[in-house]
């Protein structure tokens, strides 16, 4: 199985300011019809998961442009320009390259 | 507007069953396969199985395998999950969701519980 490393898991942030989330797999996500399937998700408390981004760096429409995805192979980073306050909670990244589908364990993201 | 509407959850004792309903509208069901998706509480997300669009193609979770049926009507436009020999460590929120490599789209889910 893939086995999908995030770090970090939790994220103490300052509003405006930047964050990062890492996502490693343990194999390479290059699907063999060319795509890479790495999706991220962000889920609030008591909410269903929302799509971020998929294969890499496709922002989904309505995500703010302050949202990027990025990386290649088996190391994927999320970006936050300007963090703010309605983007805490949990994400996730999740390949769907290869079966099983896994997820990353979670990074918590807070307001400082 | 693609909605999902997920149905069927419960307690239920050891060793009991359980069918979830994924109730589809917004789309043209029959273009997408589909994912469950569970979330134990307060633990992170975890796939259980997926469907093709015509059924065609299906998987399951190892931790699932023999014991849950993952199906579809596409006439009715829904999905369904059947759950036999159900443990306490399928406690959790079920979410269906559009799309299996890329999951754009999630009900709003539906909590089960093993407990005797």
């Known amino acids: 199985d893939v086995v999908m490393t995030q770090s970090p898991l939790s994220l103490p942030v300052t509003l405006g300011q930047p964050a990062s989330i890492s996502c490693r797999s343990s194999?390479?996500?290059?699907?063999?019809?060319?795509?890479?399937?790495l999706n991220w998700f962000h889920q609030r408390p008591g909410q269903s998961p929302r799509r971020l981004i998929y294969?890499?760096?496709y922002r989904d429409s309505g995500v703010p442009e302050r949202f990027s995805g990025s990386g290649s192979g088996t190391d994927f980073t999320l970006k936050i320009s300007r963090v703010e306050a309605e983007d805490v909670g949990v994400y996730y990244c999740m390949q769907g390259t290869q079966w099983p589908l896994t997820f990353g364990g979670g990074t918590k993201v807070e307001i400082k | 507007e693609v909605q999902l509407v997920e149905s069927g959850g419960g307690l239920v004792k050891p060793g009991g069953s359980l069918r979830l309903s994924c109730a589809a509208s917004?789309?043209?069901?029959?273009?997408?396969?589909m994912i469950w998706v569970r979330q134990a509480p307060g633990k992170g997300l975890e796939w259980v199985s997926s469907?093709?669009?015509?059924?065609?193609?299906?998987f399951y979770a190892d931790s699932v395998k023999g014991r849950f049926t993952i199906f579809r009507d596409n006439a009715k436009n829904s999905l369904y999950l059947q759950m036999n020999g159900l443990r306490v460590e399928d406690t959790a929120v079920y979410y269906c969701?559009?799309?299996?490599?890329?999951?754009?789209?999630w009900g709003q889910g539906t909590l089960v519980t093993v407990s005797s």
């Open positions: 969701g559009r799309e299996v490599r890329t999951p754009g789209y």
């Open positions: 917004g789309f043209t069901f029959d273009l997408y396969s």
């Open positions: 469907i093709s669009s015509s059924s065609s193609h299906i």
């Open positions: 294969k890499v760096s």
């Open positions: 194999q390479s996500l290059v699907h063999s019809d060319g795509n890479t399937y």
